[in-house]
């Protein structure tokens, strides 16, 4: 076994095992979350080394070689993942020292967070197709019961659409996975793509890409299957909702350029249009559900599936720029949504209301803070030199390359109306002043994280060449995927 | 036996989708709890249905012989069941609440955060 592989996985493991050990003490559990979380990021950047020295990392479970045992494998893009995810863990749980109240803090939500984050990496890391949905159930287990902890009325309501919508598209995942096996007795991705392309039964095929698309779209969110998201993700603490909002709807993604790049690669023309008509939509109705909303959580879950739209752009357009522009994208993304959302929270927090309306005043009171939201939503909006811009300037010009200028004009104006709803969210929760008169109190500790994310997204912005070379050795290794065909099924360790 | 199995995942997939869309709760995890029975009973026969060939060695051979019954869609399915069985606890539990904070077993009536 590889250790550097299995870390990520094991690490959150350990960390949710000895805080259930500490389950009476709540101050254990938080620094044990903080630790584990830490560890977690300074496995995922080991593996990142090592994976960004070999080009692949490739483990066998129980020393069982390919396509028999379960394969861990990380290419560029899976150990990029990982330590997104470890950023992400991380911040969220630094945050939630200042956030999260007791009674979630006693019913578990510091061990659930950490076996969140298990499965996310298992599903970042994992080989075998099975072994993706296995890690799909983990993830979502966790993110169930920490979407209804705490009970409230409205937690509740969100609840049952995700879970009812997240169920369909498991079920949906699991015949897609029955079907496959029977056309191609492997569960392996490397032995599948392999043995379909000795296959030829084109019609099969693209039902098979479509329903692995519709499984893998209701959970990235895309159009029309993105409902649940923006019903549930305002309801949760904003620590759970940013977690969500940086990482789940991330790992639908994944899994789609998983099995778009990898799986499926002949034969599956149709799906490429499919994606290209729903890239537009997904864009285009997210951005304009979100100018309708006055409350800043479900502004920004609005802009979650809008930016999702983005990320299909490249798996649609299946060129080496486009790709590289995807991944850009998602590492992008990852760290601005999760910021805006920890923004979100401690705007909340200063002047009592998630409501537009009834918030204001922040600038004037608390100017640092109003700069640290400013960096992350100019950044989402695409303003340059900020990590958004360079995405955004990437996929257009990736557009324009493969001539679809309809994708390029949507593309554009979505900027605007982003720009449009960041704009709103600053003059109304920061130069406004506030409604009833109130002074917005100091934040305090949340400020760490949204500075430390912050920082993060300046650095990727100003630091743009060695993140986009990143992004194209790994847009290069998917569209090649004969290595990693033959780093699965050759590795003898 | 091949029809057969289809006709029942057929009836499962519909009846699951009829009860996922209706507006009761309980109807709702029902609904669930059978679209993923169907997608076992679909894993299971597309692996060929096959009588008297257990996928045992012969002892005058050393490889399994070409037509037996696949053992691992069982072992997918096995997976897969104790997966759906955890959910569905889950789910059970889930709705008691959602009764129990809304007083009402009607979807319709929980808009609240819909936007």
């Known amino acids: ?493 | 036996m091949n029809t057969l199995m289809a006709l029942l995942i057929g009836i499962l997939y519909a009846s699951g989708m009829y009860m996922v869309l209706r507006r009761s709760m309980v109807k709702l995890i029902i609904g669930l709890a059978l679209l993923s029975h169907a997608a076992n009973l679909l894993i299971f026969t597309m692996a060929t249905l096959r009588r008297d060939r257990p996928p045992l060695i012969d002892e005058s051979e050393t490889a399994l012989a070409a037509p037996y019954a696949d053992p691992v869609p069982q072992a997918l399915i096995l997976t897969a069941i104790v997966i759906g069985f955890a959910v569905s606890a889950f789910a059970a539990i889930m709705i008691h609440r959602v009764y129990q904070t809304t007083g009402t077993d009607d979807l319709d009536q929980l808009h609240t955060t819909d936007s």
């Not at chain 1, 560029?76 to 020292?97: E, K, P, T």
């Not at chain 1, 909702?241 to 899994?255: E, I, M, P, Q, R």
């Not at chain 1, 917005?440 to 949340?446: C, I, K, Q, S």
Request: neutral net charge.
């Open chain 1, 1 to 493: 076994m590889n250790l550097l592989l299995v870390a990520p996985i094991l690490v959150p493991l350990l960390t949710a095992a000895l805080c259930l050990l500490a389950w009476k003490s709540v101050r254990v559990q938080r620094w044990l979350g903080v630790a584990g979380s830490a560890a977690l990021l300074a496995s995922a950047l080991a593996l990142f080394a090592e994976v960004d020295g070999r080009g692949m990392a490739v483990s066998h479970a129980g020393e069982w070689a390919a396509p028999f045992g379960i394969t861990l494998a990380a290419d560029l893009l899976g150990a990029l993942m990982v330590v997104l995810g470890g950023i992400v863990g991380l911040m969220v749980a630094v945050y939630s020292l200042g956030s999260i109240d007791e009674g979630r803090e006693r019913f578990g939500f510091h061990p659930l967070v950490q076996i969140l984050l298990m499965g996310v990496c298992g599903a970042f890391l994992t080989g075998d197709l099975f072994n993706l949905y296995v890690w799909f159930e983990v993830l979502l287990m966790a993110s169930f019961v920490l979407t209804a902890l705490g009970g409230e009325r409205a937690q509740m309501e969100g609840a049952i659409k995700y879970v009812t919508l997240n169920l369909v598209s498991s079920a949906i995942f699991l015949a897609a996975l029955g079907l496959l096996y029977g056309l191609t007795h492997s569960l392996n991705m490397a032995d599948v793509s392999l043995r379909l392309a000795r296959l030829n039964y084109p019609a099969l095929e693209n039902l098979l890409a479509v329903l692995f698309f519709i499984a893998f779209g209701i959970k990235a969110a895309v159009f029309p299957l993105f409902f649940w998201l923006p019903a549930s993700y305002h309801t949760m603490p904003v620590a759970v909702s940013a977690l969500f909002a940086g990482l789940l709807t991330k790992v639908g993604v994944y899994a789609l350029i998983r099995v778009f790049t990898l799986v499926f690669r002949d034969d599956v023309e149709f799906i490429k249009e499919l994606m290209l008509v729903v890239a537009c939509l997904t864009m285009a109705v997210g951005v304009l559900g979100a100018v309708a909303q006055m409350e800043m959580r479900r502004i920004l879950s609005f802009h979650i599936v809008s930016q999702i739209g983005y990320m299909i752009i490249g798996l649609a357009l299946m060129t080496p720029l486009a790709l590289a522009g995807t991944v850009f994208y998602l590492a992008h993304h990852i760290i601005v949504k999760t910021n805006l959302f920890l923004v979100s929270g401690a705007v909340a927090r200063a002047t009592g209301s998630f409501e537009l309306k009834k918030s204001g005043g922040l600038y004037a009171a608390q100017p640092g803070l109003a700069l640290l939201f400013l960096i992350p939503a100019l950044s989402l909006a695409g303003i340059p030199p900020l990590s958004g811009f360079w995405g955004k300037y990437i996929l257009v010009k990736a557009g324009l390359e493969s001539g679809q200028v309809v994708l390029v004009v949507v593309a554009l104006a979505v900027s605007v109306f982003t720009m449009i709803s960041m704009m709103k969210i600053w003059s109304e929760a920061f130069w406004k002043p506030h409604p009833l008169g109130l002074t917005p109190a100091p934040v305090g500790l949340l400020n760490g994280p949204i500075a430390a994310m912050a920082a993060m997204t300046l650095a990727i912005g100003f630091g743009v060449e060695p993140v986009m070379q990143l992004a194209e050795r790994s847009a290069q290794q998917l569209l090649e995927p004969q290595t990693y065909i033959q780093a699965v099924l050759e590795a003898r360790r």
